[in-house]
């Protein structure tokens, strides 16, 4: 199994910066992808950001120029830059291991953390 333990959300106002992190234990090993997803209250929870174990990334739409997701692989923590936040930006971010190894294949999910940005 893998472990994710996410941080740093918060209340900013509009055009501010957060950044999150999110440190991963467990089977580390076979973690494929990493990234975060966000939810917002009625709504399907969304891909932000995610980076593959080769260094691929991937951000929507509605982030890109604004997000930076990077990782520390000594410290199997990832982290989202979040930057210009507007207030649609405001939801539960959720940080995802997607693990493959062999025939094996699961996704783990954190417990989720909090951003709320005020106009």
């Known amino acids: 199994q893998v472990q994710l333990v996410e941080s740093g959300g918060g209340l900013v106002q509009a055009g501010g910066s957060l950044r999150l992190s999110c440190a991963a234990s467990?089977?580390?090993?076979?973690?494929?992808?990493i990234g975060w997803y966000r939810q917002a209250p009625g709504k399907q929870r969304d891909l932000v950001a995610t980076?593959?174990?080769?260094?691929?990334?991937n951000y929507a739409d509605s982030v890109k120029g604004r997000f930076t997701i990077s990782r520390d692989n000594a410290k199997n923590t990832v982290y989202l830059q979040m930057n210009s936040l507007k207030p649609e930006d405001t939801a539960v971010y959720y940080c995802?291991?997607?693990?493959?190894?062999?025939?094996?294949?699961?996704?783990?999910w954190g417990q989720g953390t909090q951003v709320t940005v005020s106009s």
């Open positions: 467990g089977r580390t090993f076979g973690v494929s992808a």
């Open positions: 980076i593959s174990s080769g260094g691929d990334i």
């Open positions: 995802n291991a997607h693990y493959a190894v062999g025939q094996l294949k699961a996704d783990y």
